[in-house]
């Protein structure tokens, strides 16, 4: 995985007469080789057997930490790796500080504070020889500024070997008073390179130090208080208002100006802060939020959605906070036998009493020289246990929550969610939820940070100023912060807690927070019993009680109170997990035993420390020896019991997205015993269930720091642009965005069961199938708005709804698309809603108004399952269902109908003018079967047709249902009008923008040009919109009209937006005096669709305007056409000029594998067992079995696009002395349009095979085939 540049400084280097320009990095796979060419013999000395390539990148794979030092370019000169346990034999990694550091190390006060938290120990560090003392410190120095919590690095040096001078230049031996010592340890401290800061009261002599610190960065403050602002509010302090200053080498370098005046009542009526008790102290007339939600918003996912109600503490000085029963139940069950191991507690004594015996640590700071972590591996006494038994009876234990979710499966039984979502898609949907703002009325428990300013350089210290800061106000507990969303997250916010906000409010800013304690704790949970049962089983027999799976739990304790629990089991379905999911876009799998991998079940936290989650989570893994661990998000339409199996977590927000695969589709029958196993293929009972998303980390991840943006993003439509805009956003992985919003009048796409009848009556782009989105779970970092843009506010950033939401806004995408409307008869009066002005009858008139019940449409799966609906509402005995349109949406539909029971001498299909003869497939052979099909089910077509008007006995009301429809032909010599009874008329004239989207554009005063105008990089004339998809057109100035987005593959249209959000990318200037080029699409467009008659079609093609087929082959360098069509099983593929598949079309009686079929688009016919040749020679007569033969199947796999990017840059590599590569010797003579004849091919075939391209190139494709084995066993691989 990528990572940027941590820090990047010019320093001094080891040789004073040279001048070296360097940068560090996380280090990155491809660094293991060049290590290999620094390593020396006193490396291998210290640090082991590392001069080979594998054992390096085993290193880097399991560290902790790691850190590469290059000038941006190919030099590459150090590379360190960090890890939290020392690499000295027959010492374990989980409890090296009990047995081996504290009874050879940990003898005084300074050592006795050293602990896997706050320290790393070097296992690996090579530079450069020249320079190995300046990078041996520039490696320090960034690893001290990366890690704050860190304050010593350890290294650990065999009995009678000296470690290379520039490591002896910054480590210092540590006396051991024990013989038996097989190692000697040396230490660099974080105050010899990057101290801690010297915080003090602020005066006004600071000023001349402190003014330029703020105007580098801007003069607003200058311009708006005057030259000496500074000056002013230092002297301006009182018992209310402190000003601090932190001191370095006599300059004052930060500055951090704090008040105790803190409008508490706001704060909780924007921000949610029942978990922290209102920042107030307890009071009896405390009125806490109780929320609830209607049945379906019972089913929110296990995702990232924080639930939590308020946590607590004991008679300690802060009685305001209450005590949580379940983790101090657990607590009491594991800490009360005498069969428990030693264990180690967190201890951070805040406010101690004076009489304790303990170091007392600072307020407002956690001493990481005094945090561990406590772990409880042995069954406890039964008696311990009954406090939980007891626990999960009590119905009235602290019922407080932020957002309670209640289970009601038990009211309502007999009905499944399937069930609830086909009788009534709005509610499910759009739930309602009743909400109350909590109210406090106790003392105010917190200070706020109003001015805050530091060097760059120190930046990394700014939490040294929040101890200084506490003291300043000791009665207040909590220290918050806003800052506006555009403003970068800096390194003082990252041991801040996010407070999310209750409303949306134009001028909102976001609102950080900070406890000074360590005295509150998460508690009530929907899933609470759950979490306790598996609790229960996990400490009485490791095992869990209903499937027997291995289950282990830990709890971790801080100042001797419970604050973290987290429950899991060993990762059984590993080969599942690799297969499905892109797993080794982060890790090389092989590098991991299959033991190191876990199974997250329960992660509960204490709030106060979500900030510490991945020091919680690095832990746990030190301590069971384990290095990836993975969670499941189920969809909210799962099974109940799987739900409550993965309660929500935090700890969501510190692992990763993964993508998930493409899997191959198999022909099981021809396969055999040469089929992939079940649990590759998820045929496994533990894996039949709703497919799901997953997030995970590994041990070399967990404390990369991501880039947090709060800019608000809100994207309007969920078309696939825009979903796969949120897909390219939400997997980001090293960015994490906090305020992605999506409008949407239907919410997210898949929300709704599987349902194979309501699917028929859609066409797809093989995007975003309802799978797909399950195991993406774009819900879990998305907030999701069920509305409609009416309105756009440029000047305030605020987008307004139909339900009079308003929505602010940073960044804007509009990506709505096109939909099917109702349209007007002709003889109908429309009223425009803008004008009030008649609109003059056309054939594509919008109607404004509520249309008649049983007129309708459908866009998607929700217009689908209200299809559904209405037909199990009516009761009519006999049907006539009219569909207006002949598009591929309306053949869909009559399939649709006919599968739900519909009969087809019920179903007519008329169509417009604009319609008549058209050839929706451009293919004839495809259209003339179609209809053919149309003929034997008896279903009526009758074309060029326009609908005139609808009709009713009592007259046209919108909230009356129409019964006749009256269709005037424009050809009246060879039709007569019809009158045709209608119990449903269904419309799919063509799409249009939708009115209101329309409407909120025109009047916002954006280009609109029949669609809404972008340039190449979708900006609209509002450089804070952007736009994408069927909506948009780009400029004229580009001459391209025909070259619309609608033209593209919408995903891809989707990476290039996401190119434009992303904050590091810097868009490419054009050059000047050159016109800018619109964007070009590589990947194609498809769609599949089942068609009446149950025939599934399938289509694949280039991107670009559409020429019709009869126009395209009169092209002169159109290519060839290979058709087979056997048992009425179209199949028609071609190929360019070049020989390279460009389109495919398919129409079988049975399911198209088209996932397959897809990777064929772009390959040379070649690479398809010599497929011209075949064909012409009459081998292949169906091109249906050509392509399931298992000889294909490589082809299909989503790791083939590697290989053969693999293969072009071995062609491109000159493998000989003095000579070009055979990619340059063919690209030079293409330029120079020269004409192979026989002997120069031969001499090209020659130095293939001889100079050593061939052998290359077949190692390179047995290492594909042996390395995805799991997915091709059906190939031979040799031994």
């Known amino acids: 995985m990528q990572s940027s540049a941590l820090y990047t400084m010019a320093r001094e280097p080891s040789r004073p007469e040279t001048s070296l320009a360097i940068s560090a990095r996380r280090t990155e796979a491809r660094d293991a080789k060049q290590a290999t060419q620094l390593v020396q013999t006193y490396t291998t000395n210290v640090f082991g057997r590392v001069n080979r390539e594998e054992n390096i990148s085993y290193i880097l794979e399991h560290s902790i930490f790691s850190l590469t030092l290059d000038n941006n370019q190919d030099p590459f000169y150090a590379l360190a790796a960090f890890y939290d346990y020392p690499n000295v034999h027959g010492v374990s990694s989980n409890d090296w500080e009990e047995k081996w550091w504290k009874n050879f190390y940990g003898k005084n006060d300074e050592t006795s504070k050293i602990n896997a938290i706050n320290t790393l120990f070097l296992h690996f560090f090579v530079a450069h020889p020249d320079f190995s003392e300046g990078c041996a410190e520039e490696l320090i120095n960034v690893t001290f500024k990366a890690l704050p919590e860190i304050n010593q690095i350890l290294l650990c040096v065999p009995p009678q070997v000296t470690p290379e001078i520039a490591l002896e230049k910054y480590f210092q031996p ?101 978990a922290f008790h209102g920042l107030r102290t307890k009071h009896p007339d405390d009125q806490w939020n109780q929320q609830m939600t209607e049945e379906t918003e019972n089913y929110l996912p296990n995702s990232d959605a924080y639930i939590n109600s308020d946590a607590t503490t004991h008679d300690d000085g802060n009685s305001h906070i209450k005590a949580n029963p379940v983790l101090e139940a657990m607590q009491r069950a594991v800490g009360n036998g005498g069969f428990i191991e030693s264990s180690t507690n967190v201890t951070a004594t805040v406010g101690a009493d004076k009489n304790n015996k303990q170091s007392k640590v600072n307020q407002g700071q956690l001493d990481h020289d005094s945090l561990t972590a406590s772990d409880y591996l042995t069954t406890p006494p039964n008696k311990s246990i009954e406090d939980l038994n007891n626990l999960q009876g009590d119905e009235n234990i602290n019922n407080d929550a932020v957002l309670e979710i209640t289970d009601t499966s038990s009211h309502r039984a007999k009905i499944t969610k399937a069930q609830l979502a086909a009788e009534d898609p709005s509610r499910y949907i759009k739930p309602k939820l009743i909400s109350q703002t909590p109210k406090f009325f106790g003392k105010e428990k917190a200070f706020a940070i109003q001015l805050f300013c530091i060097s760059e350089v120190y930046e990394k210290r700014s939490y040294d100023f ?83 799976v291995f289950f282990d739990a830990y709890i971790i304790n801080v100042a001797n109170r419970p604050s973290a629990l987290i429950i899991f089991s060993n990762e059984e379905n590993i080969d599942y997990l690799r297969s499905q999911y892109n797993i080794e876009d982060f890790i090389y799998f092989n590098l991991h035993k299959r033991n190191d991998h876990i199974h997250l079940y329960h992660f509960v936290i204490n709030p106060i420390f979500a900030y510490m989650t991945k020091i919680f989570i690095k832990e746990v893994l030190r301590k069971i020896n384990k290095t990836c661990i993975y969670y499941p998000i189920f969809p909210r339409y799962a099974d109940d019991e799987m ?80 979903l796969a805009v949120l897909e390219a956003l939400v997997m980001c992985p090293y960015l994490r965005f906090n305020n992605l919003t999506l409008i949407s009048p239907h919410g997210i796409p898949g929300e709704f069961p599987p349902s194979h009848s309501r699917n028929l009556f859609l066409p797809s782009n093989l995007e975003y199938e309802t799978e797909e989105l399950n195991r993406l779970s774009l819900r879990s970092y998305v907030n999701i708005v069920c509305a409609k843009l009416v309105s756009l506010n440029r000047p305030m950033k605020l987008a307004i709804l139909d339900d009079d939401t308003i929505v602010p806004y940073d960044h804007l995408l509009l990506c709505t698309g096109n939909q099917f409307h109702i349209i007007a008869p002709m003889q109908a009066t429309v009223m425009n809603p803008l004008s009030k002005k008649a609109v003059p009858p056309k054939s594509d008139r919008m109607l404004f108004e509520p249309a008649p019940p049983n007129v309708l449409t459908i866009n998607d799966e929700f217009d689908a399952a209200m299809v559904l609906k209405w037909f199990r509402m009516i009761h009519h005995t006999e049907h006539s269902i009219l569909i ?67 009709r009713h006995e009592g007259g046209i009301d919108s909230n009356q249902s129409i019964d006749h429809v009256i269709f005037r032909t424009k050809d009246k010599r060879h039709g007569k009008d019809l009158n045709l009874k209608c119990t449903t008329l269904f419309c799919f004239f063509n799409k249009q923008v939708n009115y209101d989207a329309f409407i909120a554009i025109n009047q916002s005063s954006l280009v609109f040009d029949g669609r809404l105008v972008v340039d190449e990089n979708n900006h609209t004339n509002d450089s804070l919109i952007y736009a994408g998809g069927s909506l948009t057109k780009f400029k004229r ?19 290039q937006l996401f190119a434009k959000y992303d904050p590091i990318y810097i868009p490419p200037k054009t050059p000047s005096g050159k016109n800018p080029l619109i964007p070009t699409c590589k990947k194609p467009k498809r ?74 688009y772009g390959l040379h016919e070649r690479l398809l067992n010599n497929l011209r040749q075949r064909y012409n020679e009459g081998l292949i007569t169906d091109f249906f079995s050509y392509f399931q033969e298992n000889w294909a199947i490589a082809l299909y796999h989503d790791r083939f696009t590697d290989v053969r990017n693999e293969v072009r840059e071995i062609l491109k590599k000159a493998l000989m002395e003095n000579e070009e590569s055979i990619f340059s010797s063919l690209a030079s003579s293409i330029d120079h349009d020269l004409i192979f004849n026989d002997e120069q091919k031969k001499n090209i075939l020659k130095r293939f095979r001889t100079e050593g391209y061939k052998k290359e190139i077949e190692e390179t494709i047995l ?15 040799p031994t």
């Not at 106000?473 to 969303?485: A, G």
């Not at 293929?681 to 709703?690: N, T």
């Not at 053949?891 to 417009?912: E, F, T």
């Not at 290492?1263 to 691989?1277: E, K, S, V, W």
Request: charged share 20%; glycine share 4%; with cysteine.
């Open 466 to 548: 929040l101890q200084k800061a506490f003291d300043m106000f000791p009665d207040r507990d909590y220290c918050v912060i806003t800052i506006p969303q555009m403003v970068p997250e800096f390194p003082l916010l990252q041991s801040f807690i996010r407070i999310p906000p209750r409303v949306n409010l134009p001028n909102i800013q976001e609102l950080y927070l900070f406890h000074r304690a360590v005295k509150r704790l998460t508690e009530h949970f929907s899933s609470r019993d759950k979490i306790l049962n598996d609790f229960l089983d996990a400490v009485r027999t490791r095992k869990r009680s209903d499937t027997g």
């Open 884 to 950: 207006y349109g002949a598009t591929l949406e309306s053949y869909c539909c009559v399939n649709g109908l006919l599968a739900n029971g519909i009969s087809p001498n019920s179903i007519k299909l008329i169509s417009p003018p604009d319609h008549a003869n058209a050839n929706i497939f451009n293919d004839p052979t495809m259209f003339n079967t179609v209809q053919e099909q149309f003929k034997k089910l008896n279903i009526q077509i009758y074309e060029n047709y326009l609908m005139d008007e609808w």
């Open 174 to 274: 540590i006396e051991c008073d024990r013989n038996d010592n097989n190692c000697s340890v040396m230490i660099c401290h974080r105050k010899d390179h990057f101290p801690t800061l010297f915080i003090r009261t602020a005066r006004v002599q600071d000023n001349d130090d402190l003014a330029p610190l703020f105007n580098q960065y801007n003069d607003i403050l200058k311009q708006t208080y005057g030259a000496f602002f500074v000056a002013e509010l230092i002297e301006s302090q009182d018992d209310n208002n402190k000003a601090l200053v932190a001191e370095c080498n006599g300059y004052a370098i930060g500055f951090m100006s704090i008040s105790n005046e803190v409008n508490i009542d706001v704060l909780n009526e924007v921000y949610s802060l029942s």
């Open 1263 to 1277: 290492g594909y085939i042996n390395y995805n084995q799991y997915h091709l066993p059906m190939y031979a691989r």
């Open 1037 to 1055: 100035g580009y001459y391209s009209d025909d070259r619309t987005q609608a033209c593209f593959n919408s995903k891809e249209l989707a990476n």
């Open 643 to 722: 739900l409550k199996h993965h309660s929500p977590t935090y700890a969501i927000h510190y692992l990763l997205p993964v993508r998930p695969r493409r899997l191959i589709q198999y022909n099981l029958d021809q396969l055999k015993m040469n089929a992939p196993t079940d649990c590759v293929l998820g045929r496994l009972p533990s894996l039949i269930h709703s497919p799901f998303a997953l997030t995970f980390t590994a041990i070399k991840l967990i404390m990369e720091t991501k880039i947090t943006i709060n800019a608000r993003i809100v994207i309007v439509g969920a078309s696939t642009v825009g």
């Open 1087 to 1160: 769609v599949y669709a089942i068609l009446p008659g149950n025939l599934h079609y399938f289509q694949i093609c280039e991107s670009g305007p559409t020429i019709r087929y009869e126009d395209a082959k009169r092209i002169e360098n159109y290519g060839t056409d290979f058709i087979t069509n056997h048992e009425n099983n179209y199949f028609r593929i071609h190929l360019d000029q070049t020989s390279i598949v460009r389109t495919i079309v398919c129409l079988h009686h049975d399911k198209i594998d088209a996932y397959n079929l897809s990777q064929l």
